[in-house]
């Protein structure tokens, strides 16, 4: 049998987490008191909230972020406040379907102002249970299902990846799942297939191979493997912005 066909294609309640940040003001902005305000403003500082809303258009939400100080329904500003939870409902909750699929995935998206920064914090996910009872295994293919296309004829982009959020800061994918029963025991076989899986999950995350960050570290957190891949700086001479790989965790419980 290929070594690719003895792999899972199952996983349980798989999930995705995007974590972004971008700059909001200068080091040396000061804070009005009184508007909460700055004085030296980022260039383009509500970009991150832009592409949350791309984001949610492209899945087919009729959502849309609708914070304090960016489209709120009344206009209000931002609140004063070292960090401060920018939405009106602390999160914006989320229940639809896969794009020409009829997987069920509920999600939420919270934003915030930390300090001189924002930050969008985005999670899509298959429950552990629906109307209790538990859900089925899901295919990998759920990465990339979610982590759309976009602008197809012209750079390819995928709506959870760096060349499309472009947040000024960086960010951070995490995904999640729980390993089929057979993946439970911690024989080295077992470990070698678990290793196998965490990439074939990128795959389905990236398709792309040129795109694709390599796998940097592997461990366990709280007795389950987790995997690094990318985020480090490839290139860096000085002259201009360092080549930076994305950023993937990809934490598979058991």
């Given at each position: 049998?290929?070594?690719?066909?003895?792999i899972?294609n199952?996983?349980y309640?798989?999930?995705?987490?995007?974590?972004a940040?971008?700059?909001?003001?200068?080091?040396?902005?000061?804070?009005?008191s009184?508007?909460?305000?700055?004085?030296?403003?980022?260039?383009?500082?509500?970009?991150?909230?832009?592409?949350?809303?791309?984001?949610?258009?492209?899945?087919?939400?009729?959502?849309?972020?609708?914070?304090?100080?960016?489209n709120?329904?009344?206009?209000?500003?931002e609140?004063?406040g070292?960090?401060?939870?920018?939405?009106?409902?602390?999160?914006?909750?989320?229940?639809?379907?896969l794009?020409?699929?009829?997987?069920?995935?509920?999600?939420?998206?919270?934003?915030?102002?930390?300090?001189?920064?924002?930050?969008?914090?985005?999670?899509?996910?298959?429950?552990?249970?629906?109307?209790?009872?538990?859900?089925?295994d899901?295919?990998?293919?759920?990465?990339?299902?979610?982590?759309?296309?976009?602008?197809?004829?012209?750079?390819?982009?995928?709506?959870?990846?760096?060349?499309?959020?472009?947040?000024?800061?960086?960010?951070?994918l995490?995904?999640?799942?729980?390993?089929?029963?057979?993946?439970?025991?911690?024989?080295?076989?077992?470990?070698?297939?678990?290793?196998?899986?965490?990439?074939?999950?990128?795959?389905?995350?990236?398709?792309?191979?040129?795109?694709?960050?390599?796998?940097?570290?592997?461990?366990?957190l709280?007795?389950?493997?987790?995997?690094e891949?990318?985020?480090?700086?490839?290139?860096?001479?000085?002259?201009?912005e360092?080549?930076?790989?994305?950023?993937?965790?990809?934490?598979?419980?058991?």
């Amino acid at each position: 049998m290929d070594a690719k066909e003895s792999i899972t294609n199952l996983v349980y309640a798989p999930n995705l987490h995007l974590f972004a940040f971008h700059l909001w003001r200068g080091l040396t902005g000061k804070t009005d008191s009184t508007t909460g305000k700055a004085d030296s403003t980022a260039p383009n500082p509500h970009s991150l909230w832009q592409k949350g809303d791309e984001i949610l258009e492209n899945l087919g939400f009729e959502e849309r972020l609708k914070l304090y100080g960016y489209n709120h329904p009344q206009g209000e500003s931002e609140t004063p406040g070292a960090v401060v939870n920018l939405h009106p409902d602390k999160s914006v909750k989320l229940q639809g379907k896969l794009a020409d699929n009829d997987l069920e995935i509920t999600g939420r998206i919270f934003a915030h102002r930390l300090y001189d920064s924002y930050s969008l914090t985005v999670n899509f996910r298959r429950d552990e249970e629906v109307n209790g009872a538990k859900t089925a295994d899901v295919e990998i293919s759920f990465w990339q299902k979610l982590n759309q296309q976009v602008n197809q004829q012209v750079n390819q982009q995928r709506i959870f990846l760096p060349e499309f959020v472009q947040s000024s800061l960086g960010q951070t994918l995490l995904l999640t799942a729980f390993l089929p029963q057979e993946y439970q025991d911690k024989s080295e076989e077992t470990q070698e297939k678990i290793v196998k899986l965490a990439q074939r999950c990128l795959e389905e995350l990236i398709p792309a191979s040129k795109n694709r960050p390599p796998l940097h570290k592997m461990g366990e957190l709280f007795g389950s493997p987790i995997f690094e891949f990318g985020g480090q700086i490839l290139d860096f001479d000085y002259h201009g912005e360092p080549d930076v790989t994305p950023h993937v965790l990809i934490w598979l419980f058991r």
